[in-house]
């Protein structure tokens, strides 16, 4: 009974710190642009190449 006093709170802090982790990613953007990557891949730029020479 003990250790549930202890791990109860800690299980509690580490789920509340994971959510605050993620409502801070939803407001800072990190979700805006979903597709974004999946067309980059497919683009054909040459000018991130190596420089010639």
């Known amino acids: 009974m003990n ?3 202890i791990l109860i ?3 509690l802090g580490l789920g509340g710190l994971g959510l605050g982790a993620f409502l801070w ?3 800072s953007g ?3 642009d ?3 990557a ?7 730029d040459d ?4 420089a010639p020479g």
Not at 38 to 44: E, F, G, H, V, W
Not at 47 to 50: A, M, Y
């Open 47 to 50: 000018d991130n190449g190596p």
């Open 25 to 27: 990613s939803l407001s």
């Open 9 to 11: 709170p800690v299980a």
């Open 34 to 36: 979903l597709d974004g």
């Open 38 to 44: 999946a067309y980059r891949i497919l683009n054909d």
């Open 30 to 32: 990190q979700y805006d």
């Open 3 to 5: 250790n549930l006093t």
